[in-house]
Every structure is written in C-alpha cells, then in structure tokens.
C-alpha cells in the first residue's frame, strides 16, 4: 500500500514574516530592505503565498501602498502572536551558545535581602532576559556541589547561587565570599507596652515579653540563635515573613535586620528599642555562595555583588 506524501504547508514562519514586515513597513520594497532582498523576491513569495491559498492576501493599486484583505489581516494578527515567539526561541538559544545558561537557580534569605540585592536581580533580569530565573529559599536549599547536604537531608533543593546567613562551616565545595553585613536592632509594634518604656530597656524588662525566635534551619545554626536570645519566653518561626507579619501584629519583640526595619519604623509601624546592653555594633555577616562552572548571567551576578563588574 502506497503511502501518501505529506502535504507541503502552505503558511510558512518565512511567509508569515513576509507578510508581517510588508504590513509593517508599507511596501514590498521596504520590507525587501528590512529582510535583505529584493522587493521582486519579496512579491514573488508573496504571489506564491496566495496562489497556494488560493486567496489574494493584499490589495494592489497602482500608485498606492499594499494592503491586506480581510484574510491578510487575521493572518497578520496571527502573525503578531507567533513571530516574536519564535524570535524569542532564536534569541534564548543564541544566548546559551554564547554561554549564558538557560535556567539560573538562586536561593536567597529573607533577612538578606537589602535593596542593593533586589537591584542586582532586576539588573541581572534585564541584561539576561532569556535565563529563566529560579528563586529557592535558602532555609531549604543548598549549592548543587553540596552533596552531604543534599543526601542527608530530604527536601533541599539544589541551588547554583546561594545569599544567606553565614555559617559557621563552609564544606560545601563551591566558592564563597563576605558580600554585606546584617546590623541587628531589637524590635517591636509601635503599640507594644515595650514601645512605651522610655531610655533604655534593660534585660529584666525583655523578659517579661515573649521573644519571636527563628528555628534552626541550614541558615540560622542553633549557635548562630543562640547569640540573640534574650528571652526565656520564645515563639518560634521558620520563615522570615512570619517574624515580620507577627512583630507588626504585636505578639513579641525580635531581633530584625537594620536595613530592612528603617522603613517600617520611619512609617511608624516598628520601633527600635534601645538596649542597655547594646552597643549597636551586633552583627551577621551575609554570604554569598556559587559553584563552578556558572554561565555569564550567574557569573555577572557574583562579580557584581562581590565588586568585581
């Protein structure tokens, strides 16, 4: 039994393009110089175009510009949907053979992320439209390199960049580099009976209130914690969005990253307290962590952070 041959298409990217740029431009001759042909060859394509419709596309008068039909149109706009994809397919594999990565996974802490790290990403976002951008949780993630980290314990996920918390360790096999600083203030809501005690509040006072606590995770080590508790009354999260939705509910004091309270209490919602035994020098320090072998987006991003770009 004889197989048919498949049917040729009839409505091709190339013509689709043609006919795009014709529509765009406004004639055969200025859509032959935007596609680098002739304007015969662009009207040939054309005429083919329709002879295989059997539909004319554009009307032709002399002395007047091209214009589509009623079926040139909703090809057109058809055309408007489909030809920036596909361009968008060419540019995506342009730049992976260029050396830029298809996918960046980047895992980041809530606490760490200060505006000139937001800055980064959109500027990273913008010089590398085609990576798709993965953001993890840095609680639950670790470098791809990791792997004691990644066998050990079910459910983390792997990152090619990590921003967090610095640890006490550093045997995950990438790189790694002191990047910024988290400088601690002690706070609560605006309404909270510890925002009403004027001068400096001393320990005996912070005992009295429970104390909004982080949970030990693969950023915040048990002995990272330890060095701010100042309550024996605590309450426990596990993500950051807890401790800042929970301090602006009232239900207890915690420590908050400087660079991320100073909006909150310049709008009066969080007040900082003043600590006798603070001298307003503690500390964090923020880490950036990569593997080897990151494309040019990855790359791009720790040269920036890290002041090399």
Known sequence: MLRKSPRAMIITTERLLYLWTIAETGSFSAAGRKLG????????????????????????????????????RQIYFQALDIIPRLEGIESHVRAVR??????????????TLFPR??????????????????LLDSESAALSCDKVRLASQPGVQPADITLSLGRLRSDHSGHERIVDRILWSVV??????????????????????????????????????????????????????HLRVMLLAGLGFGFYPRQLAEPLIEQGQLKALHLE?????????????????LGKAGQWFVDHLCGDS
């Not at 809501?189 to 209130?209: N, T, V």
């Not at 035994?277 to 072998?293: R, S, V």
Request: proline share 6%; with cysteine.
């Open 188 to 241: 609560v809501a605006a309404d909270h009976p510890l925002a009403k005690i004027r001068g400096d509040i001393a320990l005996q006072d912070l005992h009295e209130y429970p104390q909004l606590f982080p949970l030990p995770g693969l950023s915040i080590t048990p002995e990272l914690s330890e060095g701010i508790r100042c309550s024996s009354k605590l309450i426990y999260y596990s993500a950051f969005y």
């Open 37 to 72: 042909l002739s304007a015969a060859a662009v009207q040939q394509a054309i005429q083919a175009f329709e002879h295989d419709l059997e539909a004319q596309l554009f009307e032709r008068h002399s002395g007047k510009k091209p214009t589509l039909t009623l079926l040139g």
């Open 117 to 134: 790290f937001q800055q980064a990403l959109v500027a990273m976002q913008q010089r590398f439209p085609t990576v798709e951008l993965v």
């Open 98 to 111: 260029e050396g830029v990565e298809p996918q960046l996974r980047i895992a980041l802490h809530g606490m």
């Open 277 to 293: 035994m603070d001298d307003g020098k503690l500390n964090w320090p923020i880490e950036l962590c990569w593997i080897d072998g």
